[in-house]
């Protein structure tokens, strides 16, 4: 028998859209500080959407949020602040912090903004085991690493830009973090510790520590190679 919502669920569920779509704020908020070029603030409130984006899921299930809310699509939400935080306004991010050369800046930009949309038009983005097929767009994390942690040269930025472009479309499994179905408890383990190490970077940041930058470079590695074993080693 189905339960009939009360006000709470409603209103708690109602809650849980208004959250996710506080994702936005963070978001228009992380445009503001790019303008200004206040790269800490600006990767700061990136990180807040990844947290909101972390957890919403979550307490969708829990409050019931589709059963109770039957009218709204917490889904569409979810796609179109997805597609703002870890395609556009990173890109944006990328073209205003320069880390190429003039003349590559703008095409390269182009480039992160036409695969992510085409990613996302791909049917089978997520597999039904749960995971991303191709690299995810999480182009927030590539400058993340670019200019807080590997801080390279102009040449190494451009090639991480045109390598993660081309991974868009080679069926590469990356794990989906909160709904991981192959060694759960340590790739939670790992997104927890990255999600704890990306605010110190920030924090830190022009002069972060080499043991800081080393634990966020373990931390991707291991994502590295649990998507070459799961994608070569194991069967389908």
């Not at 690299?135 to 670019?146: A, K, R």
């Amino acid at each position: 028998m189905t339960k009939i919502p009360t006000t709470l669920d409603k209103a708690l569920a109602w809650g849980v859209h208004v959250f996710t779509a506080s994702g936005l704020i963070a978001a228009f908020m992380s445009i503001l500080a790019i303008n200004g070029k206040d790269w800490r603030a600006a990767m700061a409130w990136l990180i807040v959407c990844q947290f909101i984006d972390g957890v919403d899921g979550a307490l969708a299930r829990k409050f019931r949020v589709k059963e109770v809310l039957p009218t709204m699509n917490g889904k569409t939400m979810d796609y179109v602040i997805d597609f703002a935080t870890y395609a556009i306004i990173p890109a944006y991010f990328f073209y205003m912090a320069e880390l190429v050369y003039p003349s590559w800046n703008l095409p390269l930009t182009f480039l992160i903004l036409i695969v992510s949309a085409i990613y996302y038009g791909k049917e089978g983005m997520v597999s039904e085991d749960y995971y991303f097929i191709g690299f995810p767009v999480m182009w927030n994390m590539v400058v993340f690493y670019l200019l807080f942690v590997f801080n390279g040269p102009v040449w190494f930025n451009a090639s991480i830009i045109v390598i993660f472009s081309i991974m868009h479309f080679v069926p590469i499994k990356f794990s989906y973090p909160s709904r991981a179905t192959r060694l759960r408890s340590v790739t939670i383990i790992f997104t927890a510790s990255i999600m704890l190490i990306m605010p110190l970077v920030v924090w830190f940041y022009p002069e972060v520590p080499g043991w800081l930058k080393l634990a966020a470079i373990v931390n991707l590695a291991y994502f590295g190679v649990l998507a070459a074993y799961d994608t070569f080693l194991t069967k389908s």
